[in-house]
């Protein structure tokens, strides 16, 4: 049985083509009507052709091959089929002319044909929107907020601070302690640099004149509480029971004599509060009960009042350039913040800061230590002075004087003394402290030192003024001495064997 052979398929067979563009292109013999079809006569030389697939969000055009029938692009020449670099040369002729050809003129089509005049652009431009990649659209501002080139003063440092807090690195400080405003910001603001308030403590011309207009303002509510006082007499004199008129008056006046006292309160004392304190232990109210833990049975309330109020105690704000900063040689507005011992600037200032001297006869490692001790030495309490000079650390001293409420009987007066003895036997860190010239002293760690130090720090520095000539003082002997150094190692190191013992 002889099998015949299968008949060949034949392939989709295409002619060279001209648009009315002039374009030329490969087409199906079966074309569109619209095309005119013209051979190239046999003796020209054949142009490379191509055939490209179409995007189908795109209207294709009706002179090229439908996207799903090509399967490979074909490139021709007078010898055949191109290959390699004369391929790629002759794709990127073909591309380079199908641009120049495109931007002659663009052919849009829509279902009733070829769109012209205004229809074609308007499609053109949607085709060309749908096409570009989407760009990121800068937030517009609700319907009561402002711009940023619309916020001025704190409402713009707010702003940028709430942006600072998702972006710190693009939002940093200048040398002069300003804000300032990088390149390149997530929120796409100018660069810029907006100045920072200095906060200060008020200057003395500031305090009289707070002082003069309390003054004045008190005088006037004396003067009108007078005046009410005398009509109140008045009243009570004229006072009938069975005339409801008298009656009236003496309550009205009463009422504004109240409404003045409540304001001339206010104005001799601005700063007022009252805390409860919920059912204290007895020791913290009542100090000569150093070990009653007991509960006291009732609340207690503190009460407080100021002739200044909170805002002008702490200080002003001071607008950018107002608040004048001199060097450590003067200024009374220069602050210098005591952190730790480390610091380079003000660690010798500190209270814990290590270096032997000799006060009331006994050697301290540390005016911490030297204050701590001084205490329990005025309340005769020989067992812990023994442990508080049995260590050099300013921590462990804090731990065994913290279960004591009991303070010193006047502490910023022990604190000048002891200041006073330690600086007077070093020339150095006397030079230290008189070079600080009038900058005012902040203790930031709370736990070693208090308000009291600051100031005992501030009144001695005075004192080493006075006596600019006078030559330091011997340290003098000494009957009880802290632990050295090496006593100290040697207890650190036998607590850490015990504890391995015990584990």
Excluded: C
């Excluded at 503190?302 to 109020?309: E, G």
Aim: proline share 6%; no cysteine.
């Amino acid at each position: 049985m002889s099998s015949q052979p299968k008949p060949k398929k034949t392939g989709t067979q295409y002619e060279v083509a001209f648009n009315e563009s002039g374009a030329m292109s490969r087409v199906p013999v079966t074309a569109p009507q619209g095309l005119q079809l013209q051979q190239l006569p046999p003796n020209l030389p054949r142009p490379a052709i191509t055939s490209t697939a179409i995007n189908a969000s795109v209207q294709q055009p009706i002179n090229s091959r439908p996207a799903e029938e090509v399967e490979e692009e074909l490139f021709f020449n007078n010898e055949g089929p191109l290959t390699g670099e004369a391929k790629e040369k002759a794709v990127a002729e073909a591309k380079a002319k199908a641009s120049q050809e495109n931007d002659e003129e663009e052919l849009v089509f829509n279902n009733e044909g070829q769109l012209t005049g205004e229809a074609r652009e308007k499609a053109l431009a949607e085709t060309r929107a749908l096409q570009a990649p989407a760009q990121p659209q800068p937030r517009k501002p609700g319907k009561n907020e402002k711009t940023f080139a619309e916020l001025q003063g704190t409402e713009r440092m707010k702003y940028v601070y709430r942006l600072r807090a998702k972006a710190p690195r693009f939002y940093t400080y200048t040398d002069e302690g300003n804000l300032r405003i990088e390149p390149n910001n997530p929120a796409n603001l100018p660069p810029a640099t907006i100045p920072l308030r200095a906060f200060s403590e008020l200057r003395p011309e500031e305090l009289e004149e707070i002082e003069r207009a309390q003054e004045e303002k008190m005088r006037d509510i004396e003067a009108l509480y007078d005046a009410k006082l005398l009509e109140l007499r008045e009243a009570y004199d004229n006072y009938v029971d069975y005339l409801e008129d008298t009656h009236l008056a003496v309550v009205k006046l009463n009422e504004e004599l109240r409404e003045l006292s409540v304001t001339r309160n206010k104005t001799m004392y601005p700063e007022r509060w009252t805390r409860v304190i919920s059912n204290p232990e007895t020791r913290s109210i009542l100090l000569s009960e150093t070990y009653e833990e007991r509960k006291l049975g009732y609340d207690v309330f503190a009460f407080k009042r100021y002739y200044l109020s909170k805002q002008d105690a702490l200080g002003h704000y001071r607008e950018h350039g107002e608040a004048k900063m001199e060097g450590m040689s003067g200024g009374g507005t220069v602050v210098l913040f005591l952190t730790n011992p480390d610091d380079e600037t003000t660690g010798s200032f500190h209270p814990a800061t290590e270096r032997e001297f000799v006060h009331n006869e006994t050697k301290y490692s540390s005016p911490y230590q030297a204050f701590q001790t001084e205490r329990f030495k005025e309340m005769e309490n020989e067992g812990m002075v023994k442990k508080l000079l049995g260590t050099r650390s300013a921590k462990t001293i804090r731990e065994l004087v913290s279960k004591e409420p009991q303070q010193a009987a006047n502490p910023q007066k022990l604190w000048e003394e002891i200041l006073e003895t330690f600086y007077t036997q070093f020339k150095d860190a006397a030079d230290k402290l008189k070079a600080t010239g009038s900058a005012r002293f902040h203790n930031m760690d709370k736990l070693l030192g208090s308000v009291e130090y600051a100031n005992a720090l501030a009144n001695v520095r005075t004192k080493l003024k006075e006596r600019e000539n006078d030559a330091p003082s011997s340290a003098g002997p000494a009957k009880m001495s802290v632990i050295t150094e090496d006593e100290q190692k040697k207890a650190k190191v036998g607590a850490i064997i015990n504890n391995f013992r015990r584990g």
